[in-house]
């Protein structure tokens, strides 16, 4: 529960004088997540706690190691949610790995992702200096958006140091449907209704079954139930698969996210697949040549994640256009010119 | 004055930048004219005019490129301007620069309702893109009150918000992915259909930059399915207190209403006389809740609205029951900058935004502020989302007052920020409120800004001077202010 801003600055600055590249770490649940950076370890674990949250406001204003879980149980009390449903991938993912990994979970087409959910952070930059950036207010246009700059960008940027993110109420019903369909005749349904005001909150196709999640008003969620039709089902599934802990990912073999336009055809590449997202989440276990997915998947207009089974040094993320890469390191360089932040993590030029 | 110093370009300079836009663009897209220059000459802020060196009007990529290699290899500087219906000054033209209109990129390209997207130029109005979705049932969200006129490019540009904000987000949430040219005229696309992209979210960057990092040439939107049904109730309040305990209450009660809007006494009564919107002219403050959703959801919640509002003190609560009366009820909101228009000379019009909790204890405070400058106040505000809009009444034409006016509406604006909000919800800071943002951010995030416009553009060519004042601008100081209800675009609606 304490702010360390000046210690981490203090670390920072020598860094920077002594030209130590930095690796900064929350709670170690995501460190397989992209690729490998070395460095001096910058601990966030104890620049912890909440600082303010005001339920009515739908803000929560916390530290970036403030667990995850803390972070839920307190917005539960409250009756209220993080909207796009973070995977922890871990017993102790923090608030900061959160935004600095930028993934959402299965409510995310529906109520929007981290990014979309961030309306402030406090950050160091590589001088060791100390910024804010938005607020904790929902309409902000003043400056440049640094903040939701911070979202996914793992940490190479700036050391997250605190965040305010918008959280919504609790749905007061949820239930989930499961029908079997095949996959043509799956992705066709959930487009379709995708085109309807539904309340839908989730979509998960695997080897023959459709899940489908309503979340809403009892009356809201129970017409729905009637005319999408369906078996209800009590299996947490949603949970499961935000945190990869299906079976499908239980897999030695690499693990690939494809991000993809929701109609997009099936890949048709080797493997097995599970979709999310009303078709633009793919998640591919496949021993294809890495080449070829990204070929394939941007041919879909899509790109590919080498998200798990990847060698240390691979390329985990999709390769950028060179005049894309050359904005990227011009950007690292105007927030961390010594390059001292999680270096390669993301790409190896940044 | 906030706008930048007037530089005049030398004649030779001129005419040889001239010559060289000639050369690259067909003769019906370079203006150079003073009469065909006028139209440029200001925004939505029309208190702050002036002619450009030079306006374009280029219609593909490839001319556009060659608007920007001309720029650089001048060293002269390009403010883009989507349809003008800014309210800062974003696209206030540099007399030294080149005015560089959007307009004519005005197709829809693509409408694809099994991904619900849109692809568009940016120069395609926000509602026609709505108007276009509609076949399929489908619409773009944001919905800022200019929304008929004002263009896709410049929303993003802006990040434009509108009045159902709180449930749908604002340009940001709901723009997929953008092709955008830098300074240098390199194509990049960030985002596109799917949705993300890899690598850092520049789009989000770019999205508000206000024209300092790049040219938007191609949006691609969100579209979401139309609402099966949407309703509104009208609730009266003898305090703004009771009725900002009411917003917290909705929302408390896990309700996230598609709008929820405020107005105290003297914009009801001033909105009232204007539109004859049936609103109770005694009450202290109004509130305008709209709920969407399906039937079963929207009749849910009606219900569970309709208790919390009589339970929070209010006087009357009213529900629209028909699409005639919904649009009544809003009409009145709608006009609310017009109506005071017509109440006063000149008014002046702010944008600060506030966590809500602090409704009361800022209006309180604007009431005194008003005493103390001797200037009248009329509010409208996102009650939803925390977007204040005072509106200060004055007359120019009297010794001292518009001063007066500047400066309560800087107090207005500190005080935003003191109680943790911000200076511009969803107007941008443009030239108008470089001054506000030095009370916003420290000296350290200021130079942040300037490090990462030079990361896009290094010579610093794009709409320089606007958006993030220089340390050395911070000492100065200014303010919008509407010129004798001189408002441009008079017939569009504002709140």
């Not at chain 2, 208190?47 to 608007?67: C, F, G, H, K, M």
């Not at chain 2, 890899?198 to 990092?213: H, N, Q, V």
Request: with cysteine; net charge negative.
């Amino acid at each position: 529960m304490t702010d360390r801003t000046r210690e981490l600055a203090e670390q920072v600055r020598q860094a920077g004088i002594q030209r130590t590249p930095l690796c900064i770490r929350g709670g170690g649940s995501k460190a397989f997540h992209g690729r490998n950076s070395q460095g001096e370890p910058l601990e966030m674990a104890g620049h912890a706690g909440v600082v303010s949250y005001e339920p009515t406001e739908l803000v929560i204003t916390a530290r970036a190691g403030t667990p995850l879980t803390e972070i839920e149980a307190l917005l539960a009390e409250h009756n209220q949610v993080l909207p796009f449903e973070p995977p922890h991938f871990g017993a102790g993912a923090t608030l900061g790995g959160m935004l600095a990994a930028g993934l959402s979970g299965p409510r995310r087409p529906w109520s929007g992702s981290v990014r979309d959910a961030v309306l402030g952070v406090k950050i160091l930059n590589g001088r060791g200096e100390p910024l804010g950036f938005g607020g904790q207010v929902m309409k902000n246009v003043a400056g440049y958006d640094v903040s939701r700059l911070m979202a996914g960008s793992l940490g190479t940027l700036g050391v997250i140091l605190e965040t305010s993110i918008k959280v919504l109420p609790r749905p007061a019903a949820s239930l989930t449907l499961v029908q079997e369909l095949d996959a043509a005749r799956a992705a066709r349904r959930v487009l379709d209704l995708g085109r309807q005001p539904l309340p839908l909150s989730g979509s998960l196709y695997h080897a023959g079954r459709l899940w489908l999640r309503l979340c809403g008003g009892e009356q809201g969620v129970a017409a729905a139930r009637q005319s999408i039709g369906g078996e209800v089902v009590q299996v947490p599934v949603w949970q499961a698969v935000r945190d990869h802990a299906l079976p499908f990912f239980q897999t030695e073999s690499p693990l690939w996210r494809l991000s993809l336009p929701a109609a997009a055809p099936d890949p048709a590449l080797p493997g097995d697949i599970l979709t999310e997202w009303g078709g633009a989440q793919r998640w591919l276990v496949s021993d294809a040549a890495p080449e070829a997915i990204r070929t394939r998947v941007q041919a879909l207009g899509g790109h590919a994640t080498w998200f798990r089974g990847h060698p240390p040094d691979g390329a985990v993320f999709h390769p950028l256009p060179a005049p894309l890469l050359a904005l990227h390191r011009a950007v690292k360089q105007a927030l961390d010119p010594l390059g001292l932040f999680n270096p390669g993590r993301l790409y190896p030029e940044l | 004055m906030n706008a930048p110093a007037e530089v005049l370009l030398a004649p030779e300079l001129r005419r040889a930048l001239i010559a060289d836009l000639r050369a690259a663009l067909p003769a019906t897209a370079v203006l150079a004219e003073a009469e065909e220059l006028h139209p440029y000459e200001c925004d939505g802020l029309s208190a702050y005019r002036r002619l450009p060196a030079v306006a374009v009007l280029p219609e593909s990529v490839e001319q556009v490129q060659a608007v920007l290699r001309v720029c650089r290899e001048h060293g002269v500087p390009v403010v883009p301007r989507g349809a003008g219906t800014g309210l800062s000054g974003g696209a206030l033209p540099l007399s030294n620069g080149v005015l560089l209109g959007l307009a004519r990129f005005n197709r829809i390209l693509a409408i694809d309702p099994d991904n619900r997207i849109a692809r568009v130029q940016p120069g395609v109005r926000n509602l026609a893109i709505s108007e276009a979705a509609a076949v399929h049932g489908l619409y773009y969200a944001p919905d800022p009150s200019s929304q008929i006129a004002c263009s896709i490019g410049g929303n993003v540009a802006e990040n434009s918000g509108g009045v159902h904000c709180l449930k749908y987000g604002l340009t940001v949430h709901n723009v997929l992915g953008i092709k955008m040219l830098t300074m240098d005229g390199e194509l990049l696309e960030l985002g596109g259909a799917s949705l993300d992209g890899p690598g850092y979210d520049l789009l989000a960057l770019m999205t508000g930059s206000e024209g300092l990092l790049g040219i938007v040439i191609e949006v691609t939107v969100r579209l979401l399915p139309k609402p099966e049904r949407t309703q509104v109730l009208l609730a009266a309040y003898a305090s703004v207190e009771q009725a900002g305990e009411a917003v917290a209450a909705i929302i408390a009660n896990g309700i996230i209403p598609a709008g929820l809007e405020m107005m105290d006494n003297p914009a009801i009564r001033a909105a009232e006389d204007f539109v004859h919107a049936g609103y109770p002219v005694e009450a202290e403050a109004i509130l305008l809740c709209e709920l969407d959703g399906t039937n079963a959801e929207v009749s849910e919640a009606i219900m569970g609205v309709r208790e919390l509002l009589l339970q929070s003190g209010a006087t009357e609560v009213r529900t629209a029951t028909d699409e005639a009366q919904r649009q009544k009820f809003w009409a009145g909101r709608k006009g609310a900058f017009p109506a005071v228009g017509r109440i006063s000379p000149d008014y002046y019009c702010m944008d600060g935004t506030i966590p809500r909790q602090h409704l009361g204890r800022v209006l309180k405070r604007i009431a005194q502020l008003s005493g103390e400058y001797g200037l009248k106040v009329a509010n409208v505000f996102h009650a939803g989302d925390g977007n204040l809009h005072p509106l200060i009444l004055f007359d120019a034409n009297r010794e001292g007052e518009l001063e007066r006016a500047e400066a309560f509406g800087t107090a207005i604006l500190d005080l935003c920020v003191a109680v943790g909000g911000t200076v511009t919800g969803e107007h941008g800071i443009g030239i108008e409120k470089l001054a506000p943002m030095c009370s916003q951010f420290g000296a350290a995030e200021l130079e942040q800004f300037h490090a990462l416009k030079a990361a896009f553009d290094p010579a610093g060519l794009l709409n320089p001077g606007k958006a993030v004042p220089t340390l050395h601008r911070c000492a100065e100081f200014g303010r919008m202010h509407v010129q004798g209800g001189e408002l441009r675009f008079p017939e569009l609606p504002r709140f």
